[in-house]
Every structure is written in C-alpha cells, then in structure tokens.
C-alpha cells in the first residue's frame, strides 16, 4: 500500500469514527432536551405523547381545583388556556394570576400532565421563558400596566 493510500484510508478511517460520535452525543442530548412552549404555541406543535416538555404562563385565576393530592389548573398566555393535571406538593410560592414554569408531558386528551411545577420565588421574578411568551401576546404590558395602578392607588391612600 503506499503512502497516499494509507494517508487516505486513516482520514476515512478519523471521519467515521468523528461521524460516529457526533451521532452518539446527538441522540444523547435529544434525550435530555426539554422544549419550552405557551398554551397558544403547543396548540398549533404536532407533540408527541412520549416528547417531554416545558409549559409555561400564568395560573388562570379560579381555576385550581384539589381533589386529594392531584391539583388541576389553567395555565394561559393571554389567548389560549390549557388544563395541567399534577399530583404532588406545590411549591408554596405557588398561586392563582402568578407564573408558573409546568415540566411533563402532553396527552392525548389535551390535557398537560406534569411531573414538576416551578414557581416564581418573589413578586418582580417571572421566569424568562413565561416572559417571552406573554410578551409576544402583549399579555406582559397588560399585566405591568395593572401593577402600577395598583400600586399609584396605594400611595394615593397614604
């Protein structure tokens, strides 16, 4: 064999083995990833049952229901709402018209299944990706908006 042929048979050789690992570690990191998603936007995904993901927005007001241990409630953007089913302790941050941070999966049914709830930790924290999403709904400006006037009529009655 000469020299050509053995330089280009261990380049070959170099580029499936570098092809083989990058298709290892990409199918590794598949497996850990966690897509964010809004009520609106997971309404129009084509979302597999088995596909772990983030769901993100505010605790629709009067929705939270206990039945025991499992708590439902809506989640929404301002223009869809989604029921989110979870069995288990909430964080004690967690309340109505607060963000929330929602980790499962999608049903069949439509309904959101989660395994893990994140709540905010103070009042001026929103989770980045519960941001974005209610600003790109104008759901965020609304919401600021409110906060203000409630806090001008505070300091009026003073």
């Not at 092809?19 to 850990?32: I, K, P, Q, R």
């Not at 989604?82 to 049914?109: I, S």
């Amino acid at each position: 064999m000469t020299r050509k042929k053995q330089r280009a048979l261990f380049l070959g050789l170099g580029l499936a083995i570098l092809g083989a690992a990058v298709a290892l570690v990409t199918s590794a990191l598949e497996d850990s990833l966690t897509f964010f998603y809004g009520p609106s936007e997971l309404q129009t995904q084509n979302v597999s049952p088995q596909q772990r993901l983030r769901l993100g927005g505010l605790v629709e007001p009067g929705s939270l229901h206990r039945n025991g241990e499992v708590v439902s409630f809506l989640v929404t953007d301002g223009k869809a709402e989604l029921a989110v089913h979870y069995a288990g302790v909430l964080p004690d941050l967690f309340r109505e018209g607060q963000g929330v941070v929602a980790e499962g999966h999608l049903q069949k049914q439509g309904v959101f299944r989660a395994d893990t709830i994140l709540a905010k930790h103070d009042e001026k924290y929103m989770p980045p990706d519960v941001a974005d999403v209610l600003k790109d709904h104008d759901e965020w400006r609304a919401k600021q908006a409110s906060q203000a006037s409630l806090s001008q009529a505070k300091g009026q009655m003073q």
